[in-house]
């Protein structure tokens, strides 16, 4: 659905239309979390006509479905401008006051498996209780136990599991090591963007910037190998100089392997900075490869995932390149289409490494789809240790 953008009628300032916001001013009005989204929904699927509206527009909108409803004394208040119940404060461990973050807590339950639509469901249930008990502020722990038990009884296995399996990861302060291998085009930038930001990892690294910094220091004349992209690394190697036509597969993974080799240092030691300093790291790149595994110390605490993305059908890839154009014309799609036969080959010695080193494959034809493959096999990672109960994680027993 494309995106609505709501006008200010009296500013003429211009926002996108979002769901969440309106059912939190209709909660703030008084109405119930369940009757809010239904009517914000209503709301949004009234807004499918056009790309822009004026606020009052929406706001004559929301007042008729409120009206068809009955729900007069939620109009007067709406319609009144009424302002907004006071926040929920949350006191962390150490005593500090923060307030309740929505945008926060959703994300969270989306890495448990939750739609955004069940995980708004969930917390708008929260928010209900919560209000029903006239409570202004509460503790981090019964949170996260009210979030747990609302999310056990509305879905029970795996979510309400795998959200204790979040939050004592969260708790833990342990960092997260993602390693994002996969084949020119397969997606691996857009999908690391993605992940850190549901993750809150503000460190990403790809290993076409680690080479650019090494092109930089080193010049081209002393390691030309370097200066090429990945797919014609192999054009460099010396017993290639009178050879003509396409190179062997033996002879592109050989420029291609050579390649990782020499940015593997740089890799090391991006990964080393942040173990060292305990923070979350996601590596994307063509050259993040099974073998990089070897490189990160088995002492520690850190939990390393290592995903493979492959794009199982060559016009997909295709065309995913092709996208990848469009969105930044430096990477010149065609020079890319032209050498689409060793990208191929490139992805297919990728996949062959990963599957003989039990990397798991996510194969990337959609999107989201491949973000929830790739969460399913984080919070897998994360379970191996985990063995508190829900009363253990949040300290209910010393209440």
């Known amino acids: 659905m494309a995106k609505t953008f709501i006008t200010d009628s009296l500013t ?23 009757k809010a989204f239904e009517i914000s929904s209503q709301a949004r699927d009234g807004l499918t006509q056009k790309t822009e509206f004026q606020s009052l527009e929406l706001r004559e909108m929301v007042v008729d479905l409120l009206a068809k409803e ?23 461990r150490d005593g500090a006051r923060s307030g309740f973050s929505t945008s926060d807590n959703r994300r969270l339950l989306e890495s448990c498996g939750l739609t955004s639509d069940e995980s708004l469901l969930v917390i708008g249930k929260l928010r209900d209780s919560l209000a029903q008990e006239n409570r202004r502020e509460i503790s981090v722990n019964l949170l996260g136990y009210r979030m747990y038990q609302i999310l056990k009884s509305e879905f029970g296995p795996p979510y309400d599991h795998d959200y204790l399996v979040w939050k004592h990861f969260q708790q833990s302060g342990r960092p997260l090591l993602l390693l994002i291998g996969g084949a020119t085009g397969s997606g691996k930038s857009t999908i690391a963007t993605e992940i850190a930001h549901n993750l809150d990892i503000v460190r990403t690294q790809s290993t076409d910037m680690l080479r650019e910094v090494m092109r930089i220091m080193i010049p081209q ?160 990672a994360l379970r191996k240790d985990f063995t508190a109960t829900a009363e253990d994680l949040f300290e209910i027993h010393s209440r």
């Not at 979002?18 to 008084?30: A, K």
Request: charged letters at 20%; glycine letters at 6%; aromatic letters at 4%.
């Open 221 to 380: 004349g002393l390691l030309p190998i370097l200066h090429v992209s990945s797919f014609k690394a192999w054009e460099t190697l010396p017993r290639v100089r009178n050879l003509k036509g396409p190179p062997s597969d033996t002879l592109l993974i050989d420029g291609y392997s050579m390649q990782s080799r020499l940015l593997a240092t740089s890799c090391e030691a991006v990964i080393n900075r942040a173990l060292k300093e305990r923070v979350s790291l996601i590596l994307e790149g063509v050259h993040v490869e099974p073998n990089l595994l070897q490189k990160i110390p088995a002492s520690g605490d850190a939990v390393v995932v290592m995903i493979m993305l492959a794009v199982m059908k060559q016009e997909q890839l295709k065309r995913q390149i092709v996208g990848r154009g469009v969105q930044a014309p430096v990477r010149r799609a065609k020079r890319y289409l032209k050498h689409f036969p060793e990208i191929w080959s490139i992805q297919s010695n990728l996949l062959a490494e990963a599957d003989r080193c039990q990397v798991p494959i996510v194969v990337n034809n959609n999107k989201e789809l491949a973000i929830g493959k790739i969460m399913k096999i984080i919070v897998a």
């Open 70 to 92: 009955g729900l007069f004394d939620i109009i007067a208040r709406y319609s009144d401008r009424a302002l907004p119940a006071e926040p929920l404060a949350v006191i962390e």
């Open 12 to 34: 003429g300032s211009c926002i996108p239309f979002l769901r969440g916001i309106l059912i939190r001013s209709l909660q703030d009005c008084g109405l119930p979390f369940d």
